[in-house]
């Protein structure tokens, strides 16, 4: 089983930048993969980003590919996700995920952490 511990989320002004943190542990396999996922109020979690877990590959959704970098410290078990330019519509809970697919399909996914709350407002 894996489990993941979500930081670095908090208040930040329209054009700032944040960096979430997610520590991975456990049993870990080789080939699977994290993301990030987000979600607001009322509303479906989203993908995010995608790595894989040699980092090899990575994937970001189209609204998001210019501003956010998703990346790993495999030694360390942690993922990062480095936003910048945020705004106000990146306000959300940010969770980080477990999975064997490279996706950003929510169902793919079979271990979740807890949530970061990232609101963007000046």
């Known amino acids: 089983e894996v489990q993941l511990v979500e930081s670095g989320g908090g208040l930040v002004q329209p054009g700032g930048s944040l960096r979430l943190v997610c520590e991975v542990s456990?049993?870990?396999?080789?080939?699977?993969?994290l993301a990030w996922f987000r979600q607001v109020p009322g509303e479906g979690r989203e993908g995010v980003a995608v790595?894989?877990?040699?980092?090899?590959?990575?994937y970001a959704a189209r609204h998001v590919e210019d501003r956010f970098t998703i990346s790993q410290d495999v030694d360390k078990n942690t993922l990062y996700l480095q936003m910048n330019n945020l705004k106000p519509e990146d306000t959300a809970m940010y969770y980080c995920?477990?999975?064997?697919?490279?996706?950003?399909?929510?169902?793919?996914?079979?271990?979740w952490g807890q949530g970061t709350q990232v609101t963007v407002s000046s």
């Open positions: 995920a477990a999975g064997p697919t490279f996706v950003l399909q929510v169902a793919a996914y079979k271990s």
């Open positions: 456990g049993r870990t396999y080789n080939k699977w993969c």
């Open positions: 790595i894989t877990r040699d980092g090899h590959a990575t």
